[in-house]
């Protein structure tokens, strides 16, 4: 499956740890929302995903990546050292340009 360059980005980010990385794929003023928590700010979004990163360990792997017109809907199963893994996710994307203004994360 060919993805966009940014998501593949994103993916490649999280499997290799790098927080910083992985925000500088947002807008400036980005959000996400993941379990009941809302983050905004590419440094919000750092430090969210530096700390789920090393709570779960987590890694994605794409399964499927559907688009239309700014707004993207990305399948992965993402393993970690969390109950229930692995575990099929939806990351639901609003794009702005090459960058991502908002994702929601649901199972």
Same mark, same amino acid.
């Given at each position: 499956?060919?993805?966009p360059?940014?998501i593949?980005g =994103?993916?490649?980010?999280?499997?290799?740890?790098d927080?910083?990385?992985f925000a500088?794929y #947002?807008?400036?003023?980005a959000?996400?929302?993941?379990e009941g928590?809302?983050?905004?700010?590419?440094?919000?979004i750092k430090?969210?995903?530096?700390?789920? !990163?090393?709570k779960?360990?987590?890694?994605?792997?794409?399964?499927? #990546?559907?688009?239309?017109?700014?707004k993207g809907?990305?399948?992965?199963e993402?393993?970690g050292t #969390?109950?229930?893994?692995?575990?099929?996710?939806?990351?639901?994307?609003? =794009?702005?340009? !090459?960058?991502?203004?908002?994702?929601?994360?649901?199972?």
């Amino acid at each position: 499956m060919k993805l966009p360059n940014n998501i593949e980005g =994103l993916i490649q980010a999280q499997n290799n740890q790098d927080s910083t990385t992985f925000a500088e794929y #947002f807008t400036a003023d980005a959000t996400v929302a993941d379990e009941g928590s809302s983050y905004s700010g590419r440094d919000e979004i750092k430090v969210w995903n530096r700390q789920t !990163t090393k709570k779960y360990q987590m890694h994605l792997k794409p399964i499927d #990546f559907n688009q239309t017109g700014s707004k993207g809907e990305l399948t992965v199963e993402v393993t970690g050292t #969390f109950p229930g893994s692995p575990a099929v996710m939806q990351y639901h994307l609003e =794009l702005d340009g !090459t960058l991502i203004s908002s994702l929601k994360i649901t199972a």
